[in-house]
C-alpha cells in the first residue's frame, strides 16, 4: 500500500469531515443561514479543485494538453476556430492563453469548470453529501480527470444537463448536449438519452421491447469477433488500439461499477419507477454496467460508460436514506470499507497517486 495514495488520503479527509462538519440541522448566519453541510461540500469541492489544478507532469496526457496550449491551438487564429474539431476546447484554451501562458493554468481552468459542475449537481440532487462525494472521489471520473480531462469535463457537463431529461425540456438538452460535444465529440452520442434514460422498461407493455434488447446485448457478447469482423468488411477499417485511443476496461474498473451496481439492485425495492427522475438514474446505471462489460473487449465503450457512472452517486444515497432499517449504517460502512480497499488495492503502484512528487510544469 502506497503512503502518499491520493484517493486514501481524500477519503480519511472526507470522513473525518462527515463527522466534525456533516450536521444538516447545523447552520452559521454570514448574512443569511449556511448549513453546515453546504460548508462541508463547499470545502471538499475547492480542495479537489486544487489538487487537480495543480497537477503535475505524470500522466501521458498531461504532455498533450501541453502541447496543445503551447503550439498547436496557439497558432490558430479566433477566426478559424470554427473550423476546427472540438471548437469549445480550442476557444477556451485561447482565451486562457491571453490571460497566461502557463500550463498549469488550462489545468486550473479545466478542474475549476468540471468540479463546478459535479458541485452543482451534487449540492441540487444528492440527499448525502458526504456519500455522493466518497463515491466521486474514488468511483467515479474524478482520478480520472487527471488523464482523460476533456472527456471528464464533458461528463461532468452531461451530469449537469441530464436534469433537462427528468424535467421535460428536450430543447434545452440538444442545445446542452450539442455545446457539450464541441468540449469532446463523443458527448454527440448522448443525444438519444433523453428518450432511452426515460423510457420504462418494467412496464409489461415495454416488456417486449426489454426483452429484445436483453437478447441483442447477449448475441452481441457472445459473437462480438464475427460481428466486429462483418462491420470492418463493410466499413472497410481496422479494429485496433490505435484507432481508438485507449485500451480495453480494467477488471478493477468492472468490479467497482458491478459492487455499486449491487448496492443498486440489493435496495431496488426502493426506487420509485414511476417518478421520473429515479428512473432515469437507475437506466443510467445500467447503462454503465452494460458499457463497462463492453469495454472488456471493445476499445472505447468505457469511455461511453463515462457518461453514466455519475448516477451512482446520486442513486445510492437515496436508496441509503430510504432503507430506514438497522442495516441502513451497515451499508454505508460497507461503501466505505470498499472505496478504501479499492484505493488501496487496485489504484496502487500508478501515477495517479504520487503525483505530488512532480513539478508542475510553469
Known amino acids: 500500500m502506497i503512503i502518499s495514495n491520493i484517493t486514501l488520503v481524500l477519503i480519511i479527509s472526507t470522513l473525518a469531515g462527515a463527522f466534525f462538519f456533516y450536521r444538516p440541522n447545523w447552520y452559521i448566519r ?7 453541510e453546504h460548508i462541508f461540500l463547499f470545502i471538499i469541492a475547492m480542495l479537489l479543485f486544487l489538487v487537480s489544478g495543480f497537477r503535475g507532469d505524470f500522466t501521458q496526457d498531461y504532455a498533450n494538453y501541453h502541447y496543445l496550449f503551447h503550439y498547436m491551438y496557439e497558432r490558430i487564429s479566433f477566426g478559424k476556430v470554427l473550423f476546427q474539431e472540438e471548437q469549445g476546447f480550442v476557444l477556451l484554451n485561447k482565451i486562457v492563453y491571453l490571460f497566461s501562458q502557463k500550463t498549469v493554468a ?51 457537463m452531461f451530469l449537469y444537463a441530464a ?35 426515460r423510457f420504462n422498461y418494467g412496464k409489461r407493455k415495454n416488456l417486449v421491447v426489454t426483452l429484445g434488447l436483453l437478447g441483442l446485448f447477449g448475441l452481441f457478447w457472445m ?3 464475427q460481428i466486429v469482423f462483418f462491420i470492418q468488411r463493410v466499413l472497410g477499417y481496422q479494429y485496433d488500439i490505435t484507432l481508438y485511443g485507449t485500451g480495453r476496461g480494467s ?45 472488456v473487449k471493445m476499445f472505447m465503450m468505457q469511455r461511453i460508460g463515462f457518461y453514466f457512472s455519475g ?3 446520486l442513486l445510492i444515497p437515496l436508496l441509503f436514506k430510504r432503507n430506514r432499517s438497522r442495516s441502513k449504517w451497515c451499508y454505508i460502512l460497507g461503501l466505505c470499507c470498499f472505496a478504501v480497499l479499492y484505493a488501496a488495492l487496485f489504484r496502487k503502484d500508478t501515477g495517479y497517486y504520487t503525483f505530488l512528487h512532480y513539478k508542475v510544469v510553469w
Not at 454570514?30 to 453546515?36: F, R, S
Not at 427528468?166 to 469532446?184: A, L, V
Not at 451496481?261 to 447503462?287: D, G, P, S, T
Request: proline fraction near 1%; hydrophobic fraction near 60%.
Open 30 to 36: 454570514v448574512g443569511k443561514a449556511l448549513h453546515m
Open 106 to 156: 488550462i489545468f486550473l481552468v479545466v478542474s475549476a469548470i468540471t468540479v463546478f459542475f459535479y458541485y452543482k449537481v451534487i449540492k441540487k440532487e444528492s440527499v448525502n453529501y458526504v456519500v455522493s462525494i466518497i463515491i466521486l472521489i474514488t468511483f467515479d471520473n474524478y482520478i480520472i480527470s487527471f488523464n482523460l480531462m476533456r472527456n471528464i469535463l464533458a461528463v461532468a
Open 163 to 197: 436534469s433537462y431529461i427528468w424535467e421535460g425540456k428536450p430543447i434545452k438538452y440538444i442545445f446542452w448536449i450539442i455545446f457539450i460535444s464541441t468540449m469532446h465529440r463523443s458527448a454527440i452520442l448522448m443525444l438519444p438519452m433523453y428518450w432511452v434514460l
Open 223 to 225: 459473437r462480438f469477433e
Open 251 to 295: 477488471l478493477g474498473s468492472l468490479l467497482k461499477s458491478s459492487v455499486l451496481f449491487l448496492f443498486v439492485i440489493v435496495l431496488i425495492q426502493k426506487i420509485n419507477f414511476k417518478e421520473i427522475k429515479e428512473r432515469v438514474w437507475f437506466n443510467a446505471c445500467v447503462y454503465n454496467m452494460i458499457f463497462q462489460v463492453f469495454s
Open 311 to 313: 448516477f451512482f452517486m
